[in-house]
């Protein structure tokens, strides 16, 4: 299409959208922007975070925290992420099912990393897949897929999986070991956790689910401590930008505090519930230093009976506490992985996290 369709075109949408008083001041813009493209892209490529499109605060905290993958980080946040599946191992192998896929004339291959993961050449309605419908198959992103396996989950534990909607990590812990005692999924809002009912109800397997704050412990636990727990905490969603590009649009600096302060208390909160010799596994879906190392750090320092444990992940790269992934071109997003282990009860309640702690 020549440009002067185009913005016509564009012009044209106003009156769709029952604007049709903006169509002036959208064709004055765009012919604008016509006239003077050469000199606006020159203006745009002397401010690095206009070129990478990304707002001021993002990209120079990322320029703080990752000077040597800044350029790499952001151009994957403005491309296009692969669709993934975590096969069911309960119902066939990757290879059987990729074989499936192929006699379906679905195109796809291994993911480099997750044991279960397939990713598809092109993506595509999940519904039209073989056995999808069936639970043969779940939509995973192949870094989530690789928290529930370092839970090294065993017949007879209690397992709880908080924060848990929209539960492809409930379904996963499921799926790994259906010999659990018991499986709690845990989560802030009533209506997400229907998501997560839905999803294993399609997967044909259960789980005590329950609404409530994870730090009011009160308001859902039992007493009985926990032998594993995955943390798959709130955060900025930094490593997932380009699934959801609104968040250069909503998420602020001034978030990025509140939200280490909330993954603290989670975490004080959870780890008195969790058994002497229990693990938990501390997850974020975010490339921020801040919400990742810095909040187990400060963790560990609160928390003389724990202990970090290696994570055992090739994908991305050793932090000075757990590992952190960037987001791939045609493979995983941006994810944060962390291994804890408790060698001994607290001696008194876990402490409040200060924002200097932070």
Request: glycine share 6%; proline share 6%.
């Amino acid at each position: 299409m020549c440009p002067d369709a185009a913005i016509g075109e564009t012009v044209d949408q106003a009156s769709a959208l029952k604007k049709s008083w903006a169509k002036g001041v959208i064709n004055a813009v765009l012919r604008r922007v016509q006239r003077e493209q050469a000199d606006l892209l020159a203006s745009v490529d002397q401010q690095p975070h206009l070129r990478l499109a990304h707002p001021r605060w993002l990209y120079k905290r990322l320029g703080a925290d990752w000077p040597e993958h800044l350029e790499s980080l952001c151009q994957a946040n403005n491309g296009h992420p692969p669709l993934t599946l975590r096969v069911n191992p309960m119902r066939q192998t990757r290879a059987e099912y990729l074989d499936q896929l192929t006699a379906a004339g679905v195109t796809a291959s291994a993911c480099d990393y997750a044991d279960q993961g397939i990713r598809l050449a092109t993506p595509q309605d999940v519904t039209q897949l073989p056995g999808f419908n069936a639970g043969c198959v779940s939509v995973q992103d192949e870094a989530a897929q690789l928290a529930a396996p370092l839970l090294e989950l065993q017949a007879g534990q209690r397992v709880l999986d908080a924060c848990c909607a929209p539960g492809g990590k409930t379904g996963q812990i499921a799926e790994l070991q259906p010999g659990l005692a018991h499986l709690l999924a845990l989560d802030l809002e009533p209506a997400r956790l229907q998501r997560v009912a839905d999803n294993l109800k399609r997967l044909g397997l259960t789980a005590e689910l329950k609404a409530a704050d994870g730090r009011d412990l009160d308001a859902w636990w039992d007493g009985q401590s926990f032998d594993r727990i995955l943390l798959d905490a709130p955060c900025s969603a930094t490593g997932v930008i380009r699934r959801h590009p609104d968040i250069k649009l909503t998420r602020k600096a001034d978030d990025i505090a509140a939200l280490a302060k909330l993954q603290g208390e989670l975490l004080d909160r959870l780890w008195q519930t969790l058994a002497v010799g229990g693990i938990l596994v501390y997850a974020t879906c975010s490339v921020l230093p801040m919400e990742n190392r810095d909040v187990i750090a400060a963790f560990l320092q609160r928390q003389p009976g724990a202990r970090e444990l290696p994570v055992t992940v090739s994908a991305g790269l050793a932090d000075q506490h757990g590992r952190q992934l960037f987001p791939q071109e045609n493979g995983h997003d941006g994810f944060y992985l962390a291994k804890l282990v408790k060698i001994a009860a607290s001696s008194t309640p876990a402490q409040r996290p200060t924002e200097s702690a932070q």
